[in-house]
């Protein structure tokens, strides 16, 4: 099949190599004959670890991408970023607030957004950055972290941002915050909690154990199955 | 968009949907009847990959000398080490530790957040970027027996029933019995688990599960558990020191066969770095990027057995390496995702496989090694839709999933699938997703007991890489609760050891010398090494022409 394949040309880091019609940032890079490590993950658009600018042929932006995802067209020409250069502040999440004050504390670049949506432009993910962001100086903690949810942390957001903020690790922390102490407190788990601290399962289990494999096959085969 | 061809097919699904949608609001998920023990064995031996007469060779040296398991894994630990023992000064440690962690996927991360929690020195070694994992790919869920019709002693019968019943009793015990307070403890570092509005978790089931024990972050849930233990091992970088980019090679023993430590390779510089660790923790993943029987892989870049190959020289025993996983559902259209996982969740969700006639042929929620069985059985009978690039699949009907649960249920539950179908113009709201079997996981692995020990002193292992847990086959939900159980228990312990005061003898990489040897003998060629660090995607003819040509794995 590959040799029957149309191949295009495309600029990889400025050479120019040939590589077949449908491939991928990722594969055209392979092809052409570079073995990765840097800006390479899980291949799969999960791990954020391929972050990549390009521009299209004719097209004067420059656009941002998974190199694991997007397709490469003929002429383009892209450019990997290997790592983004960001500094994480430290904390320890029982000290914090789930408020506005405590980003004001951590991140004070947040209050500097102009509202160009360029970071919102740049996502792979099509996430709503700057709503996000927005949200969070509104101090509705819960609502940017919905928005932020199916962030992969590829850092292209903060690679465009005029106003220097660090988008994913701001939303890593509102996530945080409301995942410990915005959402309900799931009231069956601290039962079941209580119940394994008082034993309740151990004899049963133990019984489980201790059973020859005949019974324990016949035992599984004819268990309830309570599914929805 | 598919072509036309394939859009006929799709006709005799929505021909059928009506039908099938009546059997699920009558029936629930029981649209079809599970298979009994006979029928499973049957469909087993005829369809299942692994028990293909040439899946398995004599492994020849080491601990498991003599027993057949499968031949890509015989193939790396029939091969060379990357250097002589003398190439190395162990007089001369680049770094001193008391826990050395390698692997930072969330295995590893759990163990090195629970070592740093008892004060003992922590570091962290990995192969590419921290969190870079397998863990962060994972999407439908991680199971924990906490609802009120529930109960760890069903998660248990799930477990080692699912697992052909040759799972390590002990192991299977931990596992359900660690399992509620690993959501628990997940929850306060703050993940964010779905939630009915009333706190209640939101719970679904997963193939071979009896009860609704599956707990998600949307279909990211391993990206949605990962990112919050690496955003607290930053956050603790005054007690953990992290090291990126460096890729184990060996394991170092002293003197009396106790863990040493390790030798690492610094893929940037090309540096080799000595470190000496009084506990050491594997959390190395598994073995998807050795593309078993030439199976496309869900799995990440690093999977490449190398934690395997290291400790088994260093003589830990493995367990069921004769055992693959294969996910029933690899996307195989478009080209450009062929082999990703298409979560169970979606089944969990309701989605129904159907042949290209629009046939439902199998109960949905077998566990995987079987539901996969039947999908190979319809392709192999012509019974499946083959893709423009040659390849075979059947249908996974995601349409019926809202007509079931409303609109919107896709966009909720499954954003990440969305998305990536959408990214090649198809809507799986709208179309069904063409799906066949994929290489996703590895069932068996290093032999531990309950406390994450191997046979070596000092020499834990965690998550993908350990055997025994999961027996012949792992349930979904299972390996995100696997990692975060036994990285947590493997980090507690591997600090334990060092705070009893654990004392080591003369460090040595003499085994790699006699297990070199010993590879000698066997007449292999010498440009066979391993670890394999890294696969290699580049075309065979620009390979030929370049200067490691000749290597297998990884030279850099």
Same mark, same amino acid.
């Given at each position: ?228 | ?33 599970? *298979? ?164 209640? *978790? ?177 392709? &192999? ?35 990440? *699938? ?14 069904? *997703? ?29 998550? &993908? ?92």
């Amino acid at each position: 099949m590959e040799e029957k394949r149309k191949m295009i040309k495309v600029y990889l880091a400025g050479e120019l190599f040939k590589v077949p019609e449908g491939s991928t940032i990722m594969m055209a890079l392979e092809y052409a004959g570079f073995q990765l490590k840097r800006g390479v993950g899980c291949r799969e658009g999960y791990c954020g670890a391929c972050g990549t600018v390009y521009r299209e042929k004719g097209d004067y932006k420059l656009q941002g991408g998974l190199a694991c995802q997007t397709v490469v067209t003929d002429g383009m020409a892209v450019a990997q970023i290997p790592f983004v250069p960001a500094e994480k502040p430290t904390y320890d999440l029982e000290d914090l607030t789930p408020d506005v004050n405590t980003f004001t504390e951590l991140f004070p670049s947040v209050f500097r957004c102009v509202s160009c949506n360029t970071c919102t432009k740049a996502c792979p993910q099509d996430i709503e950055v700057m709503d996000y962001i927005q949200a969070i100086i509104r101090g509705d903690i819960a609502k940017a972290a919905d928005i932020s949810f199916d962030c992969i942390r590829c850092g292209l957001c903060a690679m465009r941002c005029p106003a220097e903020i660090v988008q994913y690790d701001v939303a890593t922390l509102a996530r945080r915050l409301t995942g410990k102490y915005l959402s309900k407190k799931s009231p069956e788990l601290d039962k079941r909690l209580e119940e394994m601290e008082a034993g309740k399962f151990d004899e049963e289990i133990k019984k489980l154990k201790n059973m020859p494999k005949d019974k324990l096959t016949k035992e599984y085969y004819n268990r309830e199955i309570k599914i929805s | 968009m598919y072509p036309d061809y394939m859009l006929k097919s799709i006709k005799n699904v929505e021909k059928t949907r009506a039908k099938r949608l009546q059997l699920a609001k009558k029936y629930g998920k029981q649209v079809y009847d599970p *298979m009994s023990e006979e029928e499973r064995e049957k469909i087993l031996n005829i369809y299942h990959p692994d028990y293909k007469e040439d899946a398995l060779r004599e492994l020849r040296i080491g601990p498991n000398k003599g027993e057949k398991i499968i031949n890509e894994v015989v193939d790396v630990m029939e091969a060379y080490p990357r250097n002589p023992s003398k190439t190395f000064d162990l007089s001369n440690f680049d770094y001193e530790t008391d826990v050395l962690v390698i692997g930072a996927g969330s295995a590893g991360l759990s163990a090195t957040l629970e070592a740093s929690q008892k004060d003992v020195n922590t570091m962290l070694v990995t192969k590419l970027r921290l969190g870079d994992s397998n863990s962060m790919m994972a999407q439908g869920g991680i199971q924990a027996a906490d609802q009120e019709d529930d109960s760890p002693v069903n998660h248990y019968l799930d477990v080692i029933g699912g697992g052909h019943f040759d799972n390590k009793k002990d192991l299977v015990e931990a596992l359900v019995m660690d399992a509620p307070q690993s959501i628990k403890w997940l929850e306060e570092l703050g993940v964010m688990f779905d939630k009915n509005e009333d706190g209640s *978790m939101m719970v679904k089931s997963g193939g071979g599960t009896s009860r609704n024990r599956m707990h998600s972050t949307r279909d990211y849930t391993g990206a949605g558990i990962c990112r919050v233990l690496r955003d607290e091992v930053q956050n603790r970088a005054d007690k953990i020191d992290i090291l990126e980019y460096c890729a184990a090679t060996e394991l170092i023993l002293d003197d009396k066969g106790q863990i040493a430590g390790a030798v690492v390779y610094h893929l940037d510089l090309k540096e080799y770095f000595l470190i000496k660790a009084k506990s050491v923790i594997l959390a190395t993943g598994g073995f998807g990027r050795l593309h078993i029987r030439d199976f496309e892989t869900t799995n990440h870049y690093g999977a490449t057995a190398d934690g395997l190959v290291m400790a088994y020289r260093a003589g830990a025993n493995l367990l069921y390496m004769d055992s693959v996983q294969y996910h029933p559902t690899g996307a195989v259209f478009p080209e450009q995702i062929v082999g990703f996982l298409c979560t169970e969740k979606i089944r969990g969700l309701g989605a129904q496989p159907v042949n290209k006639d629009g046939e439902l042929f199998v109960y949905p929620l077998e566990p995987r090694d079987i539901e996969a069985s039947a999908f190979i059985r319809e392709c &192999e009978e012509d019974r499946g839709v083959k893709t423009p690039s040659g390849l075979k699949g059947i249908w996974l009907d995601s349409p019926l999933i809202e007509q079931l649960s409303g609109e919107g249920t896709i966009e909720k539950n499954l954003p990440a *699938m969305l998305r990536q179908f959408q990214r090649f113009d198809i809507d799986i709201r709208k179309y069904p *997703m063409l799906v066949f079997p994929t290489l996703h996981y590895q069932n068996g692995g290093l032999e531990i007991n309950a406390k994450a020990e191997t046979s070596i002193p000092g020499l834990y292992v965690a998550g &993908e890489n350990s055997g025994g847990v999961h027996g012949r086959n792992r349930l979904m939900g299972n390996s995100q609760l696997d990692i975060i159980v036994f990285g947590r228990r493997a980090g507690t312990n591997a600090a334990n050891r060092v705070l009893d005061g654990v004392k080591l003898g003369k460090p040595t990489l003499e085994h790699v010398d006699k297990y070199a040897k010993q590879v000698e003998k066997l007449g292999i060629d010498k440009n066979i090494i391993s670890p394999m660090i890294l696969p290699d995607y580049i075309p065979e003819h620009i390979k030929a022409k370049q200067l490691t040509t000749n290597y297998q794995g990884t030279l850099f």
